[in-house]
């Protein structure tokens, strides 16, 4: 039972671009929302991330929505630049439970 | 970035060996986690640690034991490794009960022939 789903596995994009990279979950416990990025042998380090009363939440070309309704989260990069491309995770907890639940990553390529 | 280090970095070990992963964290915080990543599964908790000595199970734990016998220290153990087991290993610190935010260490790749 996959709890935080990232429907594409891969994105391409062009230089200097939006590029849109998308999360859906099924816990409506989750409050608390996260964007991971990764590269080749490193591990994961943290972008930004959303508390479930906030809609939005902004960090220079960084920007993740939340709709609960929906139970969806984007994550937004303009404009994209080569060194964005890596592979992304969105990751989800809710309170007391002191872990997260990530999805399966989106592996993001920005062409020049 | 967050003091973690693990250890080792890469590993080559037979199927029904014992294998210990270390990791270490210089930041003094209290939540300590590992997480295996696989292809089309993104990153999955094995076990996780509240404290020196409380530990707890993950979403996949099967196969897999942990201990904290020190802060700083977090082993995850294969008793029997299996082909199964191959995986990246990421180590994973988190400092406070209301943050949510884990920050990683470099992983370790582990092969079981």
């Known amino acids: 039972d996959q709890q935080v789903k990232q429907n594409s596995p891969s994105l391409s994009v062009q230089e200097g671009r939006i590029s849109i990279l998308n999360c859906d979950y099924t816990?409506?416990?989750?409050?608390?929302f996260l964007w991971y990025k990764k590269y080749p042998a490193e591990g994961p380090t943290f972008l930004i991330s959303?508390?479930?009363?906030?809609d939005k939440n902004e960090d220079g070309r960084f920007t993740v929505f939340l709709n609960k309704s929906a139970k969806h989260l984007s994550l937004h990069i303009v404009p994209s630049q080569p060194g964005d491309s890596a592979v992304y995770f969105c990751?989800?907890?809710?309170?007391?439970?002191?872990?997260?639940?990530f999805g399966q990553g989106t592996r993001l390529t920005i062409n020049p | 970035d967050a003091g973690i280090t693990q250890s080792p970095r890469h590993k080559v070990t037979e199927t029904g060996t014992p294998v210990t992963l270390r990791c270490h964290q210089t930041?003094?915080?209290?939540?300590m986690y590992w997480y295996r990543q696989d292809p089309g599964h993104g990153l999955r908790l094995i076990h996780y640690?509240?404290?020196?000595?409380?530990?707890d199970k993950g979403e996949v734990s099967d196969g897999y034991s942990v201990s904290r016998s020190k802060t700083e220290d977090f082993l995850l153990t294969l008793e029997s490794a299996t082909s199964s087991q191959t995986s990246v290993y990421f180590c994973?610190?988190?400092?406070?009960?209301?943050?949510?935010?884990?920050?990683f260490g470099p992983g370790t790749r582990l092969t079981v022939t």
């Open positions: 990751a989800a907890g809710s309170q007391g439970a002191q872990k997260l639940v």
């Open positions: 816990n409506s416990m989750f409050d608390y």
């Open positions: 959303i508390s479930s009363i906030k």
């Open positions: 930041e003094n915080h209290r939540y």
């Open positions: 640690s509240y404290g020196v000595k409380d530990t």
């Open positions: 994973a610190i988190a400092g406070q009960a209301s943050s949510y935010e884990q920050y």
